[in-house]
Nanobody, 121 residues
Framework: QVHLVESGGGSVQPGGSLRLVCVVSTATHFSYVGWFRQAPGKAREGVALISSLGGHKWSKPSLESRFAISLNDAKNTVYLQMNSLNTEDTGMYYC???????????????WGQGTQVTVSS
């Protein structure tokens, strides 16, 4: 059975930082773990991806100067460090596991329950 459990969300003021954590518990190999987000009334979008060995990373170009994805393979944990947050970063953040590199949420087969990020003054 596969579990993805996110944590680390919360409420912060503009300019603040959060580190999201995704613990992956699975006996099945997944090639990529991704972070996605969904704002109210908007489609889910890819934020960052990392390969299972950490050698391949991708971040959404408009976010890559503020967001960084990393992997602790020994702990089966994927992190998303988010800095200089602004109100447009508000939304539900999900991690997901997939078998190939893709920014399309439909290509990811296993999802966590999500963690809420709220940026407001």
């Amino acid at each position: 059975q596969v579990h993805l459990v996110e944590s680390g969300g919360g409420s912060v003021q503009p300019g603040g930082s959060l580190r999201l954590v995704c613990v992956v518990s699975t006996a099945t190999h997944f090639s990529y773990v991704g972070w996605f987000r969904q704002a109210p009334g908007k489609a889910r979008e890819g934020v960052a991806l990392i390969s299972s060995l950490g050698g391949h990373k991708w971040s959404k170009p408009s976010l890559e100067s503020r967001f960084a994805i990393s992997l602790n393979d020994a702990k089966n944990t994927v992190y998303l460090q988010m800095n200089s947050l602004n109100t447009e970063d508000t939304g539900m953040y999900y991690c997901a596991a997939g078998r190939r590199f893709s920014v399309d949420p439909n290509d990811f087969v296993i999802w966590g329950q999500g963690t809420q990020v709220t940026v407001s003054s």
